[in-house]
Nanobody, 122 residues
Framework: QGPLIVSGGGAVQAGGSLKLSCAASVPTFSLYNIGWFRQTPDKGREFVAAISHNGDTTAYADSVRGRFTITRNNAETSVYLQMNNLQPEDTALYLC???????????????WGQGTQVTVSA
């Protein structure tokens, strides 16, 4: 199956935007729900957003609702996270992971990959 490839992070000022991507190279990608998570050394890992296998259901953490938008394109085997009005508290390593069930079960994931760093300065 291969790992999910996460990209799109970077350094921005408060109020800026970034678009993250989570990509796979397997046709069965469309069978899986995808979640975005973020982690910091002091706060650990937290849920950010999720999208169902066919894109008809989404979920967001309260902290990002209204600012972040999750979408997917199964033909491209990719899920995206559009992040607007970024704030310093959004600074974290952003990770994505697949899950065959809804709601997602991040406590059961054996590995997370490398992720992409987002740094927001005030």
């Amino acid at each position: 199956q291969g790992p999910l490839i996460v990209s799109g992070g970077g350094a921005v000022q408060a109020g800026g935007s970034l678009k993250l991507s989570c990509a796979a190279s397997v046709p069965t990608f469309s069978l899986y729900n995808i979640g975005w998570f973020r982690q910091t050394p002091d706060k650990g890992r937290e849920f950010v957003a999720a999208i169902s296998h066919n894109g008809d259901t989404t979920a967001y953490a309260d902290s990002v609702r209204g600012r972040f938008t999750i979408t997917r394109n199964n033909a491209e085997t990719s899920v995206y996270l559009q992040m607007n009005n970024l704030q310093p508290e959004d600074t974290a390593l952003y990770l994505c992971h697949e899950d065959r069930q809804w709601p997602l079960r991040p406590s059961e994931y054996p590995s997370w990959g490398q992720g992409t760093q987002v740094t927001v300065s005030a």
